[in-house]
């Protein structure tokens, strides 16, 4: 038998993994965080970060991310919920899903061409009459487009919650006398509450922080946490504001997780 | 419940439906114009489509992201499934929970940090930005993808079957390569083809720490789409949306290879 110490050497290249990228990189943005434009150790940053500019930036962000979340959450809902009831309703959703797969840039780049100046969109808004309109750089668009690339994802979770709802929960509740509407406040929609929040969590996070989105869609108009990261690191190179900016997007991930709570119980 | 859907129903579905897929069969469409606008379709051309196949810059591209999805896809396949061992072994319940919250950080992390962060650890380490830093980053957010397919496989398999092995008297470099890898193999397909889908769709990680040198397909579409409209883009998104088909048409295969599978361990 081989003594203790070879058989756990194959446990190396996962532990060095853990360490050098995931425990090792969080604690360098912490480290720079704490680090002015030319290198001096200061706390200016997260002063920075508390003045009107930033919390201004914070908030719109937020509100975006809300509104966006939202939205796909109205969507999906009914759209997962119809989605159980169709025959092949595992066809249906796969369906649903190949849209997902499709690189997050190419359905970007076909929403400039149908939300430019001369695009689909505003033929259609001519032919009834409105006339063309400024769509593309605006933050309806922003909205409108990660609603659009979200929603695959909301739907999802919700679906399978929906799914694993015993139907003979329903059946009892219409034998007791149950509306409609009482069912679905009272049995449907608590029973897929872990559902919503897990889709809630993979909406609202990456709504937070994608910035090509806000770079090719809205233009200068929306600026979220994750563009004014990446704005910092690649285009005006203070690392140390875009990791404090970093550090409070940790933190807020941090919060949404614990308030979506865990979706798994232990393992 | 009833199973019946009323015709409005239908209608939303559909309106759901067609509004996923309008704009991707627009890219696609308009990528057979034979002008150079995409709001104005001249007539039926495959001009782009050429134009995509002599583009060798393009071609080198492509190839690079194929090779750094495959070398990611690969080496994080091996360290993940040693990872999901080295989970599924811990002795202590605590030990196990913090290896595996660990582990999801790198999935829960939005993009945006998980590149800033390389970045830093890439710079600080004196590791130059271009190929190895890609891959290194491809490798590294892929691992817990890879921990997280293999792991249930492990779960599900029966502590007997071990036992009997070495009753048997198997060592323990059999009981790994004879019964413990066949029984997990499916979580390890899964785990590759995840980690190579990751690998090829990535845009955010890898713009962060790509150099000046090196590009992969990604980062280069983000950079033609910021200069605007061109039906290049089109025909190569179309080409695209065939292989993501083909892709989904894998991934079924593999999730339906795995339910069998699972069915049957547990009828034992």
């Known amino acids: ?267 | 419940m009833d199973k019946k859907i009323t015709p409005l129903s239908k209608f939303f579905l559909a309106v759901i439906f067609f509004i996923l897929y309008a704009p991707i069969f627009f890219l696609v469409i308009f990528s057979f114009n034979s002008g150079d606008t995409m709001y104005n379709f001249k007539g039926f051309s495959l001009e782009w489509y050429r134009e995509l196949f002599q583009d060798t810059r393009l071609l080198i591209i492509v190839l690079n992201t194929v090779v750094v999805a495959f070398l990611s896809a690969l080496f994080s396949t091996i360290i993940g499934v040693l990872g999901a061992l080295a989970i599924h072994n811990a002795k202590k319940r605590q030990t196990k929970n913090t290896l595996l919250s660990l582990n999801n950080v790198l999935i829960v992390s939005p993009d945006v940090i998980i590149g800033a962060s390389f970045l830093i650890l890439f710079t600080m380490a004196g590791i130059k930005l271009g190929f190895y830093s890609v891959l290194l980053s491809h490798i590294a957010f892929s691992i817990p993808i890879v921990v997280l397919m293999v792991l249930p496989k492990l779960m599900e398999m029966s502590p007997t079957l071990i036992d009997a092995a070495r009753d048997l008297g198997a060592s323990s470099w059999n009981v790994m390569t004879k019964v413990i890898i066949p029984f997990i193999t499916p979580g390890i397909f899964a785990g590759f083809f995840m980690a190579l889908t990751y690998s090829l769709d990535d845009f955010a990680v890898t713009f962060f720490v790509t150099g000046n040198g090196f590009s992969t397909l990604s980062v280069e579409i983000y950079s033609l789409a910021r200069r605007g409209i061109s039906l290049n883009i089109n025909a190569l998104s179309a080409l695209l949306f065939l292989f993501t088909l083909l892709l989904v048409v894998i991934y079924y295969f593999i999730t339906q290879r795995n339910k069998p599978s699972g069915m049957g361990v547990r009828k034992r």
């Not at chain 1, 219409?174 to 049995?187: E, H, P, V, Y």
């Not at chain 1, 889709?199 to 090719?216: D, E, N």
């Open chain 1, 1 to 267: 038998m081989e003594n203790k110490l070879t058989r756990s050497l194959y446990r190396i290249p996962y532990l060095l993994w853990i360490l050098l990228f995931v425990i090792v990189p969080i604690l360098l943005v912490l480290y720079y965080s704490f680090f002015d434009i030319e290198g001096n150790f200061s706390f200016i940053n997260y002063q920075k970060f508390f003045t009107p500019v930033y919390l201004k930036m914070t908030i719109s962000s937020f509100w975006y991310a809300f509104l966006i979340t939202a939205i796909s959450l109205l969507i999906s809902y009914p759209t997962a919920y119809l989605l159980t009831k169709t025959r092949h309703k595992q066809l249906w959703l796969l369906l649903i899903i190949v849209p997902s797969w499709i690189n997050l840039l190419l359905k970007a780049y076909a929403f400039i061409g149908i939300f430019g100046t001369y695009g689909a969109a505003n033929s259609f808004l001519k032919m009834i009459g409105i006339g063309s309109r400024q769509i593309l750089f605006t933050d309806f668009s922003f909205v409108f487009v990660s609603v659009y690339i979200f929603i695959p994802f909301m739907i999802l979770p919700i679906f399978n919650a929906l799914d694993e709802l015993n139907p003979t929960l329903l059946d009892a509740a219409s034998d007791l006398g149950a509306s409609k509407w009482t069912t679905f406040r009272r049995i449907i929609f608590p029973l897929t509450i872990d559902g919503v929040k897990s889709g809630c969590q993979v909406v609202f996070i990456p709504a937070l922080s994608l910035f090509m989105l806000t770079r090719l869609i809205a233009g200068n108009r929306v600026i979220t946490l994750g563009t004014s990261i990446e704005q910092h690191f690649l285009v005006t190179q203070d690392w140390g504001m875009g990791s404090t900016i970093a550090v409070f997007l940790i933190i807020i991930m941090v919060l949404i997780m614990l308030v979506t709570g865990t979706r798994k119980r232990g393992v």
